[in-house]
């Protein structure tokens, strides 16, 4: 048996989780040490296809395993009455399938290394369950949200409260769960939690720069546990590489290069939400009517399997509305590259749902945000970049979810982002806090401090 160390990731088969696991990935592997990726084919390809901002060179470490799972993919359907993508449900029966293949690669690397690392998404487990009978081998749950919303998830769930809070965290502002999820998921988180009881430790993909103060109290939440926590993140690089020679690069970005510093506002919605047709139309008129100039990604939210031919109709836009902006605004019906779009100067402020992954991006870049919550940890993401990070004002309240949001909200929004002084205010700070978390990242900054002791104690003897 070699004296080595190896790691395998097991991410949800959902673009939000996935992403984050294959930058922490290339992350790992630039430590030297070997990483298994372990997902669905389908999703495997997903994956690799999306990402972005990588050397594809410098992935010779990292072994792609793909096994098959049934893949059901019914179409979004926006006229459910809920933000969240039930349509997405399949992917929460069938993942648990993944537990023999993982199982039995898990199994076979043991016996080629000294100890194997599994790294796997708070939802995935029950997958990871056999772990705990391999000897050499020990499980880290990656938590796909921020410590802010982690923390209060656990401090809603216990009656009583073992200490006080400080006056400064905001927790009257902080939402309920209601609306965030569906029934079935939040079936399905309570069956998962059952099977976090043997795991060694917590990765967070967030730094102290950002949310030092919940990291902190994460830890005072679990230190009875004895288990261990580290703050890696953000894990997406920071320095975009250059296209490759013959290839393409997206028009978008060629369009943003004619425009003015910190004009255009970017606006997506990440790859799960589904919006009403009148919903549609209320944001196109908004961002119209507003006069500022726009990028704004407009297309079906993900099936199951994104591959599968998409029979449903594509988002329609107002009459004659592609033409009339044509000079200020620009319609990206496609997956786009959104960290090369934050990353651009010409970007000043970021419209979105507010995902970890988005909000992570916009930080790290320097941009502020028009918040606009769906679903999930998105409202509770939301009170973090506005209520402490104070780097982005809200477009639609979570209290009123199930309200269209008017063209005149939409505008304003945008007006007070990109043309206010309150705007402006949220754009230093982000520009301030965006150095901060791209300093903590290079060596002796406080994440690269904790990649190294996550390296150090993988490693150890």
């Known amino acids: 048996m070699d004296s080595q160390v190896t790691v395998v990731m097991v991410p949800l088969p959902a673009q939000g989780h996935l992403n984050q696991l294959l930058h922490l ?22 994956a690799k296809l999306r990402l972005h901002g990588r050397d594809p060179e410098s992935s010779t470490k990292i072994d792609i395993h793909d096994f098959e799972l049934p893949c059901r993919s019914p179409p979004p359907n926006p006229s459910t009455g809920s933000h969240f993508p039930t349509h997405l449900q399949p992917l929460f029966d069938e993942a648990p399938q993944l537990r023999q293949p993982v199982s039995q690669l898990v199994q076979q690397l043991s016996e080629k290394y000294r100890r194997v690392v599994v790294v796997h998404d708070n939802m995935m487990a029950s997958v990871v369950q056999d772990v705990k009978s391999i000897p050499n081998a020990e499980c880290y749950v990656f938590i796909p949200c921020c410590a ?120 997506s919605f990440g790859s799960t939400t589904v919006m009403t047709d009148e919903q549609i139309r209320e944001l196109a008129l908004g961002l119209e009517h507003s006069g500022h100039k726009f990028i704004w990604v407009l297309k079906n939210a993900d099936r199951v399997n994104v591959f599968t031919e998409d029979g449903t109709s594509v988002p329609q836009l107002p009459e004659g509305y592609e033409n009339r902006v044509k000079d200020r605004g620009m319609v990206v019906r496609t997956w786009a590259p959104q960290l090369d779009i934050l990353a651009h100067p010409s970007t000043g402020g970021f419209m979105s749902h507010c995902g970890w992954n988005s909000c992570l991006e916009s930080i790290t870049m320097g941009v502020p945000i028009a918040a606009w919550p769906m679903h999930s940890d998105q409202p509770r993401n939301t009170v973090l970049i506005t209520e402490v990070l104070k780097i982005s004002t809200v477009v639609r309240d979570w209290a009123n979810r199930a309200e269209t949001t008017t063209s005149d909200v939409v505008k304003n929004s945008v007006k007070v982002l990109m043309a206010s002084k309150e705007g402006d205010e949220m754009r230093a700070r982000a520009f301030k806090l965006g150095e901060s978390v791209r300093r903590s990242a290079a060596e002796g900054g406080s994440s690269h401090s904790e990649m190294e002791s996550f390296v150090a104690h993988i490693n150890r003897c």
């Open 148 to 267: 802010f919303t982690l923390f209060f998830g656990i401090w809603d769930a216990i009656p009583v409260k073992p200490f006080e809070l400080d006056s400064d965290v905001p927790s009257s502002c902080v939402p309920s769960h209601e609306g965030c999820f569906s029934p079935e998921v939040m079936s399905c988180v309570e069956n998962e939690s059952k099977y976090l009881n043997f795991q060694s430790g917590f990765l967070f993909n967030t730094c102290r720069e950002i949310e030092g103060k919940y990291i902190d109290l994460v830890k005072m939440m679990t230190m009875s546990s004895n288990m261990k926590n580290f703050a890696i993140g953000p894990f997406h690089p920071f320095e975009m590489k250059p296209e490759s020679k013959g290839q393409k690069r997206h028009e978008c970005l060629e369009w943003l290069d004619k425009q003015e510093k910190d004009s255009v506002i970017y606006v």
């Open 25 to 46: 990935s290339y992350v790992i592997s630039s430590f030297g040490i070997p990483v298994h990726f372990a997902c669905s084919s389908v999703h495997n390809r997903q």
